[in-house]
């Protein structure tokens, strides 16, 4: 084991990273859960074997429970593959000061899908009694698929349950409430929409206090396509419905901009309990992005209390204003040039963002300002083929193998005050290019793919960024090549990264107030397991990142490290 020390940096922050211990082979996903004062504890996904032939045999999901105490060092590792035989792990869910682990399973006798919970004991990692049924979901066909999700409600007081059956006719969504005892309320609600299920997908619920239900979809419509009947999906709307706790719909909010096509949108609860929209807008569909809206809304009516709608565009982006701490290369000079004079013309012909701007975040500012945190993210898949002959007469075969794409580019930052008047715009060059492979034997169409609120990507590892606000500063973690060292404002030349193991994980430091930015090094990837920024996790003013290590032969190698900013 190595126990990797600790470096403290200008903007106060120290690292500190834990022994490597190993996962188990298979393991497909990990994820810091939440900390305590007696440790942090981490969720880890693995396949088992699920039933046995002599021809074959099958598999099921489930799951490992880690915890490492203060100084990330192991204290124990619980393999719940014994409780969870004969069903499919979902997840681990904590909630106030309680441990859940929930799964899922058929009942034959029922014909029903259940979702059952059971308590973990934080101290020894095991459960805590039986498995309780919290939910029995009949189905027509056990092939029926059945997509839930349970969540705490905004302010943690209670457990919300939302599940729906795909396929159905129409979109139906049952919404229940528990405790932290899983209790049930007396009452549950029913919610259906007028959409076709292929026309409609759930992005995001929100479930405020008063039991209000906020459904955030996106509506798509057929078009032609380029041979004759052929016909695809393409985006059309966002459609933000409020239900009360019933199920009966109570407002629905105006998406539309004076026939402007909203491309990206975020929902979020307010400090002062109000409804926060912010949404990106292109002039014509497909364009570029070169508007935001943001709104503050009453979750009680739906009555906006405030509005502002900006054009946005490269001539906006603040002047110089950050140190990157490092001297820049003459031999990138030329081509730092080029990159300027880019630059140049996109802000003297007021050129747009590009159309795939995504919200990453929403913080709220000393001064009762927003600033705004959006990331050029794309998602596609695509398959490629080979043949290999066959031999001894034998005939040839056709593999096919789909590449999961994830582009992650600039940041774009932004700040409104409080009378909603942007005050800087901030662009931090960032290429990264993440590709997961899958192999299939038979062809997969490719395409742009979207998560949903029921079916989150947790992809990609190790592009993205993640970030942390502490007092006026909001940090922002990443990786990144050695050849951006430098970069650190718009018009500076950016080397693309494609392999992560010997990159380096940078700090971004931007004042809230001014937006200033500083770019430091805080470690290198080749010095422990490679970092995943973007599944860190925050505990009150600590940030957990996940240091993951893949290898061909042998097991996976993981670290968990502790950013402590004073």
Known sequence: MLVLGSSTYAQ??????????????????????????????????????GTYFVVGATFRESASLVKLNPKLQ????????????????????????????????????????????????????????????????????????VNFRLFPNTDSSRLVLISTIAG????????????????????????????????????????TKDKKIILVGRVFEYQSGKKKKEKYLDFSRYNIRIYDEKGKQQTELNTEINGKWVSSTKLMMGKDNDLLLASFYSKEKRGTTNGLLVQRIDPATGKVLSAAEKEINYSMVTAESGDSGLEEDDREARAERKERE??????????????????????????????LLAENYNHYTYTSSSYSSGMNQSAGRWTYTTYMVYECGELVMCKLNSGNEIEWLQILPKSQREVITASRSSPTAGGVSFSSFFLPDGRPYYAGFGS????????????????????????????RIDFYAKSDCYVVTMDVLTGKLNRKVMFANDDQPTAMPRKSSIVGKELYLIGKTDRIFGKTKLAVGKVTTK
Do not use: C
Request: avoid cysteine.
């Open 12 to 49: 106060k922050q120290t690292v500190n990273w834990g022994d490597e211990f190993k996962l188990k082979k298979g393991t497909s996903d990990i994820n810091v859960l939440f900390t305590d004062e007696t440790g942090v504890y981490i969720e880890e996904e693995h396949m088992t074997l």
């Open 74 to 145: 192991e204290i124990y590792r619980s393999d719940f593959n014994r409780e969870l035989k004969g069903k499919n792990f979902e997840y681990f869910l904590p909630f106030q000061k309680k441990l859940f682990v929930v799964a899922s399973d058929y009942s034959k006798a029922d014909r029903a899908f259940q979702l059952l919970v059971g308590e973990v004991d934080k101290q020894s990692g095991e459960m805590k009694g039986s498995w309780k049924t919290i939910a029995s979901i009949p189905k027509e066909e056990k092939k029926d698929q």
């Open 168 to 207: 159905r006719e129409k979109n139906t969504y049952r919404v229940e409430e528990f405790d932290q005892n899983l209790r049930s309320s007396s009452s549950s609600a029913t919610i259906s929409n007028e959409f076709e299920p292929r026309t409609y997908t759930l992005e995001d619920v929100l479930y």
């Open 342 to 371: 880019r630059l140049a013309k996109l802000q003297n012909e007021g050129e747009g963002f590009s159309k795939y701007m995504k919200f990453r975040n929403i913080y709220y500012t000393p001064d009762n300002g927003l600033v």
């Open 468 to 495: 942390l606000q502490f007092n006026d500063n909001i940090y922002l973690y990443f990786n990144d090549h050695r050849k951006n060292a430098t970069v650190l404002n718009a018009g500076q030349k950016v080397s």
